[in-house]
């Protein structure tokens, strides 16, 4: 008894380890992006599709030849690249978002019903999940949003309807090993409902690697409608978008490589932002590696 | 007076394949109140016994036949076994390590089952909750309903969840072999302590171990398995000093004496296992036999 006492008291309180460098640089950055995106027409210093012919092509702040007030320089019709980056960003986080949540939603479940049932539940979803994965996502995707007519909403679908296979597929794994554990023949032996032993025992053990793949499927989001703007499948051409910018940019990389380059960082520093955040969520949550 | 738990000649298999038996026509009988050794090598099929009579057998095992009633009432039948699993029957599981969820505290798992099971009102539950871990001897019972299960030594848990499986009272309680994952000096006291809550809830005890020390020890009536097959059984104190199959007397002497120190350990002989695998083959004739 003593020295059982004591390991009791040996074992740390502190759950939550302080958070990492990776989740505050990713969270840093992710917060600056939605919030500009958020507050846009208050923090875009100028009107993302006011064209000013007398001003196009000009270069950012640092380099000779900047127009004051158009801090990364200008495109070749003259817009400023900051506020069309950060209008951009508005588009890219609600795809995020919405289309992240959706495939989640979709996905996680139909993973948790097919790994915890099993038998023919699991046979079913499964080959489904083999058949919608047989697709090449990219031509599936622009497939769909040729069928539904462009537009965020199109896009929207298009990526949830695409990707929830991913959720189901590890989440379907996670489930069936969480499945074969002690506790679960516990809840069922104690006189538990399947249905609560779903959502109550084996969800929650599921949800660190829900949160990781929800956010990397942020990520992801964000590719694809970049993608799908850029060979202008998105919403109309007129509005900002990263994916719809880097395809004007190219046409004018050496007059104007700052076109280009701006939302490809924007892009880059997003989706890593958002993997590495899932990654630094689930260290910090998950119970067994604290 | 009918029996507690009876099995009779119930088989299961693999795949539900007659040919692939896992348990071989059982029978067994624990009596109200009654403390009952389960004992066998591993892969005897005692902890088969115990999944079916909780209906949590693993998918690819099937029931090919036979009859598991408790106090008379069907327990293949699923609405059956569903009212009394919790209520009048529990499990002590083998391995406390797993057998919490990880990312749920114990008071919240403990009070769900009372809360959730049986109905009682959420403040009776913390009380009682409390009151159940005081009774298995933890001593900071407020400090443990908030701990999550990774927090607890693994004679914490196992006390947990011998807590958690007196908590409805059950008339039945099943432990499957619930000191193996623990170490020697735990193992001890945690018997004790599953001894102790038997008898002062009265339940009765199927006590699933490969000890043949442990038997001795804390049960009245015993069951020796080997293949599936029941090898011997009756009162423990007759057949501890008489026992009447070979295959028993041997696993008798094959357990380590601390009173001789010097001995060798006897393992039982390849000629006792031949004679018992030869039993086990002419059972499997028979079934098969009368299944034509």
Known sequence: MAEEASTLAAAPRARLKKPSVRLWLSGGWLTVAASAALFAPFVAPHDPLAQDLFLTRMPPFWMDGAEPGYLLGTDSLGRDVLSRLIYGAQIAFIVALVAGTAACLIGATLGLLAGYFGGWTDRIIGRIVDIWMAFPPVLFAILLVAVLGTGLMSVIIAIAVIDWTRFCRVVRAEAMQQRAMDYVDAATVAGFSRWRTLLREVLPNVLPAIIVLLSLEMGIAVIVEAILSFVNLSISSDDPTWGGMIAEGRTAIYQAWWVLVFPLVALFLTVLAFSQFGEGLKNRFDPVLS | ?292
């Open chain 2, 1 to 292: 007076m009918t029996a507690t738990l009876s099995l009779s000649s119930l088989s299961v298999a693999l795949s539900g394949d007659p040919r692939r038996r896992l348990l071989r026509s059982v029978d067994l009988e624990v009596a109200r109140g009654e403390v009952h050794g389960l004992v066998g090598e591993s892969g005897a099929g005692k902890s088969m016994i115990g999944r079916t009579v909780f209906g949590i057998l693993p998918r690819a095992v099937g029931i090919l036949g036979g009859t598991v009633a408790f106090e008379g009432k069907d327990l293949l039948s699923r609405t059956e076994l569903r009212h009394l699993r919790g209520r009048e029957m529990a499990l002590i599981p083998q391995d406390p390590l797993t057998a919490l969820n990880p990312s749920r505290r114990i008071g919240a798992q403990l009070t769900d089952r009372l809360v959730k099971v049986l109905g009682t009102p959420r403040k009776t539950a913390d009380a009682r909750a409390l009151t159940l871990l005081d009774e298995v001897q933890i001593r900071d019972p407020d400090r443990v309903m908030k701990s999550f299960p990774h927090e607890l030594s693994g004679g914490m848990r196992q006390r947990v969840l011998i807590a958690e499986a007196f908590a409805a009272e059950p008339k039945l309680i099943v432990a499957d072999e619930p000191t193996t994952a623990l170490d020697v000096t735990v193992q001890k006291r945690i018997l004790g302590l599953i001894k102790a809550m038997q008898e002062r809830h009265g339940a009765a005890l199927l006590f699933v171990t490969h000890d043949m020390g442990v038997v001795a020890k804390i049960t009245q009536a015993m069951t020796v398995l080997y293949g599936g097959l029941v090898v011997e059984h009756g009162r423990t104190e007759d057949i501890l000093a008489g026992p009447k199959s070979a295959y028993t007397k041997a696993l008798l002497e094959a357990t380590p004496r601390y009173d001789r120190p010097d001995d060798a350990l006897r393992p039982v002989s390849p000629v006792t296992i031949a004679a018992i695998a030869e039993d086990v083959a002419a059972a499997d004739r028979a079934f098969l036999d009368h299944a034509r």
